[in-house]
């Protein structure tokens, strides 16, 4: 019984001179700008009000995500691609190693002057203007292309842990997605490749349907989804933030300064239901749907 006692005492004591782990929970954005190069962009407003709002991107990125002179070791990314085209132009932080170098870069010092994360985004900035310039698509299925985005063009950060003797890091990636549309879908389903496009001609119908019937646009889509989208779910949509960066309020009339229609069944609001609804059922955080003249908000 003596013994038991001092090897109990024995473990006790080894067990208090074991040093105690010191593990780090650390977020990081990965900030993902896809654009709808569409019809809408032959407006000649179009192009210059998408730029101005991706400038308000790439600047919260810099001075609130990385925070060159403040924040050290980050590990943030942004990138852009059109939704037609595979082509993906992006700053990624994550990709500079050593952790001295990563500081020259972010802070554009040391052999980094002249060529580091300040002229990075630069040249990152002028290339999707560069873009707005040269494309311009016809017509976007513009949701499976988002899937397909997601499940295979590598753009979404999962989370990983580093072990370092007993310590351990979990990093964390917040995956925010700002859609650059004109809020009309169009949609083809995996499973029968038909094409599905949700623009007028769908808005009238479903306005009708709750007119008719006495609902609300959430109530009518509850009611009958053939009137939504069908969701379709990824196992990576539930790290990813989407912001619908939305163009213009349709149906407001310039002539008479009102609208066509009541509030709670304008062509923007009905738009919105439709994506929420879609969003969320597909797996994806709660969507953030922004006009223009709203402004782009950002989760820090």
């Not at 999962?158 to 990093?171: A, P």
């Not at 008719?212 to 959430?218: A, D, I, L, Y």
């Amino acid at each position: 019984m003596k013994s038991l006692f001092t090897l109990f005492g024995i473990s006790l004591l080894l067990n208090s001179c074991l040093p105690e782990s010191n593990n780090k929970h650390l977020s990081y954005k990965n900030i993902i700008i896809l654009s709808d190069m569409s019809d809408r962009i032959l407006d000649k407003n179009f192009p210059q009000k998408d730029l101005t709002e991706i400038h308000k991107i790439i600047s919260f990125f810099e001075n609130e995500c990385v925070k060159p002179g403040e924040k050290i070791g980050d590990k943030s990314s942004i990138c852009f691609s059109p939704l037609s085209e595979n082509d993906i132009i992006s700053v990624d932080i994550d990709k500079v190693k050593d952790l001295g170098d990563k500081q020259s870069y972010i802070n554009s010092t040391g052999k980094y002057k002249n060529r580091g994360l300040k002229k990075d985004l630069l040249e990152f900035e002028k290339s999707i203007a560069e873009k707005y310039m040269n494309i311009n698509d016809k017509g976007l299925d513009l949701l499976s292309i988002l899937l397909e985005k997601v499940k295979n063009d590598n753009i979404i950060k999962t989370d990983r842990i580093i072990t370092n003797g007993i310590d351990s890091t979990f990093i964390h990636y917040e995956n925010d997605i700002y859609i650059f549309t004109d809020g009309y879908l169009e949609y083809s389903l995996q499973t029968n490749n038909h094409q599905f496009r949700f623009g007028p001609t769908k808005i009238d119908q479903l306005r009708k349907y709750c007119i008719n019937n006495n609902v609300s646009v959430e109530k009518a889509l509850n009611e009958n989804p053939k009137l939504g989208l069908q969701p379709f779910k990824n196992q990576l949509s539930k790290n990813i933030q989407i912001y619908v960066v939305e163009t213009f309020e349709r149906g407001f009339n310039k002539k008479t300064q009102n609208y066509d229609y009541e509030v709670g069944f304008r062509d923007n609001e009905i738009l919105k239901m439709v994506w929420d609804k879609w969003i969320i059922e597909s797996g994806f955080k709660k969507p953030i749907w922004r006009t223009y003249n709203e402004g782009i908000y950002f989760k820090k």
